[in-house]
């Protein structure tokens, strides 16, 4: 290897590094040896198939790409393997519109609340695959009713508002179903210490004073579910307070026994409400063991003669175990508890899923009341959950709820305010992300929570190509049988290796087989761009998929060439072991010299305006004057109209400084002469540059040609006729001046008295203002006497 392409591969390496963390393909790098493992990488990954795909040096990986790049590489449509994920549904029934004002009345089997009830999906690694669940809640639909209630002493005054629920409770549930039924059951403690006193005495009565109190006990089934209210009224009045001796209770022991002992309660398959009446907290695992009890709760069932006989065995079940024994046998609960408990039970609800709480009153007088309304808050709402999921499988839910609004996440798998007859659905993705070990179907349930009804989901896996099927075991193109051939490639047997199977691990040395993989007896191993694999080179992928080593060695690659504009070969050709191959009208090493001349042309359809060659599709301009990509700009060159002037008007006109010498210097151009200016040719009518002049000559006057150059001939079309322009006229002028000179005149004269007004006026004014100041002495003149003499007559009395 010269010292440019080691250069060169250097650089390549270095930039192919950092360009391959952006585009590197998961299928590439997957390096997959069959189709089958091909199709687990990713979706978007395919398998060509054709025996003749590969190029001398590629691996069986190389089979593997995603399909656009499978396209590029010339591989058939037909013979890539690319198998999709699908959905079939198997059973669809719609669900039930029920009126319970009909007289016919269905059985709870016979009612659906969600649809469909069956699908098999078939999963392709990273293809999820979608499909919808409708839920619509049924009206009248039955409900069985449990009621677990606390027997110890605290209780005394609620067992007797209780023993009226029966009939009383029938009556409300009316209202919403047609088919309902009740049960009872009762519930102290474990029947050990410290939890209740076990001496002789205390264990027929333990109140004390003089209470009458029956023996304690852990769970009692009282009634099975029945539809029979004054049974229910009947029986409870029968029972009788207990008592122990720590405040929290042994409810959960009694909660999961009604939970796990269908039969014995009389569960049926429809809503199940299990109702816990207490007035105080609760024990749960672990707590078994200030009794001495450490087996942890087995979730069986152990009723006999409808009492629970394993208390003293069996430690209290945990809240997750009570979580799952209620969600597989589809209970809804509602924690009926006092007002001092209601922080406790509701951290509780928090934990089961499809439960509620009520305040209960200090004597249980709203017991129906807390029923009824924690009824419609759970069935107000549906809650979607599945079984166990094989690994490898996850799945999304979206929300479609009532009024359009959208759900994900875990807001995804329910839907809020649900009223009967509303219908809701969800659409559910499931995806793969490996074939399971064992390759069979897997199944999972759907169902929502309180609800018997489940949808059943059996989940089939791609985990092989199509074309594995039509393999041929021990084929004769896997050298003498030593393989199978499918998917285009050959399978080896175990201990074969190599393309073909050629190849057994025990036999050959490794010494012998590197030997056949260096060119020319070199020091490089397939020129360090490939392994040698039994004898013969499989070149290295790079995580670009478009870059790729060929050859016998491993010599060639499509990315190690001459570059222009950053650009491999240029943009237009390809690169073929190292060497740029051009596309049409292209040449160079790197591929950037055209050969066409489109880009050459100027203006005039000259190719570089005749003032240069044109190479690799650039004009070099031969005249020093001249520039531009095609020639035409000429900064020191004047004006076509400019340069042309003189002749046309020493030709047209016989004028102008080339009159002399006009026919030596002015017979390059044909001479067209036109009437008026409309007639000159217009730049619209010509299919060739054409440049329009307006020219003074000496006297001013104006004439006006066109000049254009028409396969090769220059032309000038002139008007005949100079545009010069007329002599002034006299009279107008003077009379004008005349005119002029008296209004300036007269207007002067009119400023002028103007002025004197305003000033005449202003004078006045002050004048005016003076006067009306002055002040003038009044003294009298000493010298002064008055003409006129007073006489009084004497005798005047004023009479």
Same mark, same amino acid.
């Given at each position: 290897m010269d010292l440019r392409l080691l250069l060169i591969a250097t650089l390549s390496a270095v930039l192919g590094g950092s360009w391959a963390q952006q585009e590197g393909s998961e299928c590439i790098k997957a390096n997959a040896q069959s189709c089958g493992e091909c199709i687990q990488v990713a979706e978007t990954c395919g398998w060509c198939a054709a025996e003749k795909f590969l190029t001398e040096g590629q691996s069986k990986s190389a089979r593997c790409d995603d399909l656009e790049s499978l396209k590029k590489r010339n591989c058939a449509v037909t013979t890539i393997e690319n198998p999709r994920g699908s959905v079939n549904i198997n059973k669809n029934k719609p669900v039930t519109n029920r009126n319970k004002d009909v007289a016919e009345k269905l059985k709870p089997e016979?009612?659906?609340?969600?649809?469909?009830?069956?699908?098999?999906?078939?999963?392709?690694?990273?293809?999820?695959?979608?499909?919808?669940?409708?839920?619509?809640?049924?009206?009248d639909y039955p409900i069985d009713l449990y009621y677990l209630m606390d027997l110890s002493f605290s209780m005394k005054d609620?067992?007797?508002?209780?023993?009226?629920?029966?009939?009383?409770?029938?009556?409300?549930?009316?209202?919403?179903?047609?088919?309902?039924?009740?049960?009872?059951?009762?519930?102290?403690?474990?029947?050990?210490?410290?939890?209740?006193?076990t001496t002789p005495a205390r264990l027929i009565n333990p109140c004390t004073g003089n209470q009458n109190c029956t023996s304690p006990f852990s769970y009692k089934n009282v009634l099975n579910l029945t539809d029979k209210g004054d049974e229910f009224n009947r029986l409870v009045s029968q029972q009788q307070i207990s008592g122990n001796l720590d405040s929290p209770e042994g409810g959960f022991d009694a909660i999961m026994q009604v939970a796990v002992c269908e039969n014995q309660i009389g569960w049926r398959n429809v809503t199940r409400l299990l109702v816990f009446s207490t007035d105080a907290g609760f024990h749960?695992?672990?707590?078994?063991?200030?009794?001495?009890?450490?087996?942890?709760?087995?979730?069986?069932?152990?009723?006999?003669?409808?009492?629970?006989?394993?208390?003293?065995?069996?430690?209290?079940?945990?809240?997750?175990?009570?979580?799952?024994?209620?969600?597989?046998?589809?209970?809804?609960?509602?924690?009926?508890v006092t007002e001092e408990f209601q922080p406790v039970y509701k951290e509780l609800k928090n934990l089961i899923p499809k439960s509620a709480v009520g305040t209960l009153s200090s004597n249980s007088s709203n017991v129906i009341k807390l029923i009824i309304d924690a009824y419609n808050s759970l069935s107000s709402e549906v809650i979607l959950e599945n079984g166990r999921l094989p690994d490898g499988v996850s799945m999304?839910?979206?929300?479609?709820?009532?009024?359009?609004?959208?759900?994900?996440?875990?807001?995804?798998?329910?839907?809020?305010?649900?009223s009967i007859g509303d219908e809701v659905s969800f659409k559910i993705s499931i995806e793969s992300k490996k074939c399971p070990s064992h390759g069979k179907a897997e199944i999972i349930k759907i169902k929502p929570l309180g609800f018997t009804e489940e949808v059943e989901v059996v989940l089939n896996f791609i985990?092989? #190509?199509? %074309?594995?099927?039509?393999?041929?075991?021990?084929? /004769?193109?896997?050298? !003498?049988?030593?393989?199978?051939?499918? =998917?285009g490639s050959c399978k080896c047997n175990d201990g074969r290796i190599g393309r073909l199977c050629e190849c057994s691990k025990d036999e050959v040395r490794t010494e012998d087989l590197d030997a056949n993989c260096r060119k020319d007896n070199g020091t490089?191993?397939?020129?360090?761009?490939?392994? #040698?694999? %039994?004898?013969?080179?499989?070149?290295?992928?790079? /995580?670009?998929?478009? !870059?790729?080593?060929?050859?016998?060695? =491993?010599e060639c690659d499509n990315f190690n060439c001459d570059r222009s504009n950053n650009k491999l070969c240029g943009g237009h050709g390809r690169c073929d072991c190292r060497k740029c191959v051009c596309d049409a009208n292209y040449t160079g090493s790197a591929c950037d010299c055209s050969l066409e001349t489109a880009t050459c042309l100027a203006k005039n359809g000259q190719i570089c305006n005749g003032r240069g060659t044109c190479d690799c599709g650039s004009c070099k301009c031969t005249n020093p004057k001249f520039q531009g990509p095609t020639c035409e700009i000429c900064p020191t060159c004047p004006g076509v109209c400019a340069e042309?002037?003189?002749?046309?008007?020493?030709?047209?006109?016989?004028?102008?400084?080339?009159?002399?010498t006009c026919q030596d210097e002015c017979n390059y151009f044909q001479l067209i002469k036109v009437k008026d200016r409309d007639k000159l040719p217009q730049p619209t009518d010509q299919s060739f540059p054409l440049t329009h002049c307006k020219e003074r000559d000496a006297n001013d006057c104006w004439f006006y040609y066109t000049y254009a150059i028409r396969n090769e001939t220059k032309e000038v079309y002139v008007v005949e006729t100079l545009e010069c322009p007329a002599g002034p006229d006299i009279i107008p002028i003077v009379a004008g001046v005349v005119a002029g000179i008296v209004l300036i005149g007269l207007?002067?004269?009119?400023?002028?008295?103007?002025?004197?007004?305003?000033?005449?006026?202003?004078?006045?004014?002050?004048?005016?203002?003076?006067?009306?100041?002055?002040?003038?002495?009044?003294?009298?003149?000493?010298?002064?006497?008055?003409a006129v003499t007073t006489v009084v007559n004497p005798k005047y009395e004023g009479k």
């Open positions: 016979q009612i659906t609340q969600i649809q469909p009830q069956k699908l098999t999906l078939t999963l392709r690694s990273g293809e999820p695959q979608t499909f919808e669940l409708k839920f619509k809640r049924a009206e609620d067992l007797e508002n209780v023993k009226n629920l029966g009939t009383d409770l029938m009556r409300e549930m009316q209202e919403i179903t047609s088919d309902f039924r009740i049960g009872f059951g009762s519930f102290v403690e474990k029947t050990v210490m410290p939890y209740i006193s749960f695992a672990g707590d078994g063991k200030l009794g001495g009890i450490v087996l942890p709760n087995d979730g069986r069932c152990h009723l006999e003669n409808n009492m629970y006989t394993m208390s003293h065995y069996y430690d209290y079940p945990s809240i997750a175990h009570l979580v799952q024994k209620l969600s597989d046998h589809n209970i809804q609960t509602i924690f009926a999304n839910y979206k929300s479609i709820c009532k009024n359009g609004v959208e759900g994900t996440g875990d807001n995804g798998r329910k839907c809020s305010n649900i985990c092989n #190509c199509q %074309c594995a099927a039509k393999g041929k075991p021990n084929s /004769e193109m896997c050298h !003498e049988g030593n393989g199978t051939f499918e =998917c490089d191993i397939c020129s360090n761009t490939g392994d #040698c694999v %039994c004898g013969t080179c499989e070149c290295k992928k790079r /995580e670009i998929p478009t !870059e790729i080593y060929t050859g016998k060695y =491993c042309h002037k003189d002749c046309v008007q020493c030709r047209g006109f016989e004028a102008g400084e080339k009159k002399d207007a002067l004269l009119l400023i002028w008295k103007l002025l004197m007004i305003i000033h005449d006026r202003r004078e006045f004014a002050k004048f005016e203002k003076e006067k009306m100041n002055a002040k003038w002495d009044t003294g009298e003149n000493p010298i002064y006497k008055s």
